[in-house]
C-alpha cells in the first residue's frame, strides 16, 4: 500500500520544513539512501521567474533538503535543466539558487549540458540527462500547480526536466496534443522512476487557473511526499479538485506501478481534502470535449471551438516565446510590432504561454469555447 505523507505548512518556515522533511524522510526503507553518498535535488525551475510567482520551486524548500543531506554527509547537488531557451545563471539567481550555493557546499548542475543517454521505452525514443546516474539519490521536487496542456503537473511531469535543453522543444512538436505527450511523459516514467528515491510537492504556495506559469498564485499551505510518484500526483491532483480521467498522463502511471487509488494510505486529516474554490475549469482538456461530438459533427465543432494564444501588449519583445515555439509558428518581433502567432501553424502546445516571463502570451477562446470551459 504506498502513503503519501502531508503537512499543513502555511508560511515557508525553514523550522518547519526541516522538521517535515526530517520525517517524511524517516519512512524511506532504501539502502540506497544510506549507502549513496551524492544526492540530486530535482526542483521545477521552469524558467527565471521570481519566486514569489509560484513557478518554481521555492528555495527554502531546496535549503531544508540541502541541510537534511549535508548532515549526513552526502555531496548535495541541485540540478534541472530549463524550459525553453532560458539563459540557465538567470534561472540559478531569479529562483534563489545562486544566493543558496553561496552560502552552503551545494553543486548547482545544468542538466542540458551534462551529457545524456539515448533510451526507448514502448517504440518512444528519448534523450535523459546523464546525471540521474551519476547519483545515487535523486529526490524530485515539483511545484504544486495547473498546467494548461496536461491539466496538472506535479511530481511526473517535474521529470520532463530531466530531458536537456531544446530537446524538451522538439518533443513538444513531435507530441503536439495532450494524449500524445502523456503518452511520451509515460515512457519518461517508466525509464526513470527507478531512479528517483523520493519526490515531494512544495504547495505551500501553488497556482490555479492557467498554469504552469500565467496562472493566479494560491496559499495552499500544504507540503506534500512520497515514495510512490503516481500515487502522489493522484492525491495531489485529487485534492485540486480534479478526476483520475481529467490528468491524461495519471491513470497510465497507476497502472505501470499497479497502484489501486482506492489502496493510496493518506493521513486521517487529508482523507477528504480538497482545496477551497480552486480554478481548474481552464485546464480541462479540449479532447474531453471533443470525445461527447460524434465523429462527423468535428470537422464542423472545430470550426466554432476555438482556443487561439495571442502576444499582448505587455510584451518586452525578449524573444523567449519565439526560441520556444516548437513549429516556429512565432514570427520575431521588430520595433514597430510584438511578435505575431501563426494561428495555422500554432499547435496549441502552449510552450509559449508557459515559458513567458512576463505573461504577456493571452489566451483568447471563442464563444464556444468560453461556454464550455467556464
Known amino acids: 500500500m504506498p502513503s503519501v ?15 517535515a522533511v526530517a520525517d517524511f524522510l524517516s519512512n524511506v526503507k532504501s539502502s540506497r539512501m544510506k549507502r549513496s553518498k551524492r544526492v540530486l ?24 533538503l540541502a541541510r537534511y543531506f549535508l548532515d549526513r ?21 531569479a529562483c534563489g539558487l545562486t544566493d543558496l550555493a ?34 545515487g539519490i535523486v529526490i524530485n521536487v515539483a511545484k504544486y500547480k495547473t498546467h494548461s496542456m496536461v491539466a496538472f503537473t506535479g511530481a511526473l511531469k517535474n521529470l520532463y526536466g530531466l530531458v536537456p535543453g531544446m530537446v524538451k522543444t522538439f518533443y513538444h512538436g513531435r507530441y503536439p496534443n495532450s494524449k500524445d505527450f502523456s503518452r511520451m511523459l509515460a515512457a519518461l516514467y517508466e525509464l526513470t522512476k527507478n531512479r528517483v ?32 510518484i503516481s500515487a502522489l500526483d493522484y492525491t495531489a491532483a485529487k485534492m485540486l479538485g480534479f478526476k483520475l480521467g481529467d490528468v491524461p498522463y495519471l491513470a497510465s502511471a497507476l497502472h505501470q506501478d499497479g497502484v489501486l487509488p482506492s489502496r493510496i494510505a493518506v493521513p486521517a486529516s487529508f482523507r477528504h481534502y480538497q482545496i477551497a474554490n480552486a480554478d481548474i475549469k481552464s485546464v480541462k482538456l479540449r479532447t474531453d470535449v471533443m470525445k461527447m461530438i460524434p465523429p462527423v459533427a468535428r470537422h464542423a465543432f ?43 501553424k500554432c499547435i496549441k502546445c502552449m510552450c509559449c504561454h508557459e515559458m513567458c516571463p512576463h505573461r504577456a502570451i493571452d489566451i483568447h477562446k471563442s464563444l464556444v469555447a468560453r461556454m464550455v470551459t467556464r
Open 73 to 93: 554527509g552526502k555531496e548535495v547537488w541541485i540540478g534541472d535543466s530549463p524550459g525553453g531557451s532560458a539563459n540557465v545563471d538567470t534561472v540559478w539567481q
Open 102 to 135: 553561496k552560502r552552503y557546499p551545494v553543486k548547482l548542475v545544468n542538466l542540458s549540458t551534462s551529457g545524456f543517454r539515448e533510451l526507448e521505452y514502448a517504440g518512444i525514443p528519448l534523450k535523459v540527462s546523464e546525471v540521474l546516474w551519476q547519483c
Open 41 to 64: 535535488l530535482k526542483p521545477n525551475l521552469l524558467g527565471a521567474f521570481p519566486i514569489d510567482r509560484a513557478v518554481t520551486t521555492h528555495p527554502l524548500v531546496l535549503e531544508a
Open 302 to 344: 472545430r470550426k466554432v471551438y476555438s482556443i487561439n494564444l495571442v502576444v499582448s501588449a505587455r510584451c518586452n519583445k525578449c524573444g523567449i516565446c519565439v526560441n520556444s515555439c516548437p513549429v516556429q509558428a512565432i514570427s520575431p518581433a521588430s520595433a514597430a510590432r510584438f511578435p505575431k502567432i501563426n494561428q495555422d
Open 5 to 19: 505523507q502531508i503537512r499543513r505548512i502555511e508560511n515557508y518556515d525553514l523550522p518547519l520544513l526541516e522538521e
Open 197 to 228: 528515491s523520493y519526490s515531494f510537492i512544495d504547495g505551500i504556495m501553488g497556482m490555479d487557473g492557467n498554469g504552469p506559469s500565467g496562472g493566479n498564485v494560491k496559499n495552499f499551505g500544504l507540503f506534500l511526499g512520497s515514495a510512490s
